[in-house]
T-cell receptor, first 115, second 116 residues
């Protein structure tokens, strides 16, 4: 069974600064996907960024980028130029590439962006 | 169609009562997932459907829980004889699975259940 660990329950960053959220995972599979989801207060979860395990290049989506270290089973999210709207819970998630079905989530990191 | 919808958004019930939640996926999506999220935790997978077939159930889904997706459209999740431990946010997600292996799951706003 796969596990996803987020060791930072809460983080805070000032507006316009950069913050990195950590995630580690454990799996015996070689083909899988990793995700970061954002869940704003009282709003639905949305996908921030996705990484395919077979790709060596780190994924980037505008201000969001990941540092994917496959051997270390590490998948961190970097948010550059943080904005107040980035305040949310951030969940790291794993999906097996074989069945492409369920997501396994970490416990989340609550990010607060301050002025 | 603006996304996945869930009804009701909030449900308060007394222990021992039955409750039913509904999820309407994005119209062309053939996969539908149910997750449960307790306070301070990430969502946990419960079950998923491809069209009307229920393909996987988590061991979290006790025999008090049942899910259906008649005709491969909307889905219902019923909890019988609710317990206080069932209090959680129940999330629904849908995706379109086709030739590509990966298809993004789109989440609904959730149904927050409180069992008194």
């Amino acid at each position: 069974a796969q596990t996803v660990t987020q060791s930072q329950p809460e983080m805070s960053v000032q507006e316009a600064e950069t913050v990195t959220l950590s995630c580690t995972y454990d799996t015996s599979e070689s083909n899988y996907y990793l995700f970061w989801y954002k869940q704003p207060p009282s709003r639905q979860m949305i996908l921030v960024i996705r990484q395919e395990a077979y790709k060596q290049q780190n994924a980037t989506e505008n201000r969001f980028s990941v540092n994917f270290q496959k051997a270390a089973k590490s998948f961190s999210l970097k948010i550059s130029d943080s904005q107040l709207g980035d305040t949310a819970m951030y969940f790291c998630a794993f999906m097996s590439g074989g069945t492409a079905s369920k997501l396994t989530f970490g416990t989340g990191t609550r990010l607060q962006v301050t002025l | 169609d603006t996304g996945v919808s869930q009804d009701p958004r909030h449900k308060i019930t007394k222990r021992g009562q039955n409750v039913t939640f509904r999820c309407d996926p994005i119209s062309e999506h053939n996969r539908l997932y149910w997750y449960r999220q307790t306070l301070g935790q990430g969502p946990e997978f419960l079950t998923y459907f491809q069209n009307e077939a229920q393909l996987e159930k988590s061991r979290l889904l006790s025999d008090r829980f049942s899910a259906e997706r008649p005709k491969g459209s909307f889905s219902t999740l019923e909890i019988q004889r609710t317990e206080q431990g069932d209090s959680a946010m129940y999330l629904c997600a849908s995706s379109l699975v086709g030739l590509a292996v990966y298809n993004e799951q789109f989440f609904g706003p959730g149904t927050r259940l409180t069992v008194l």
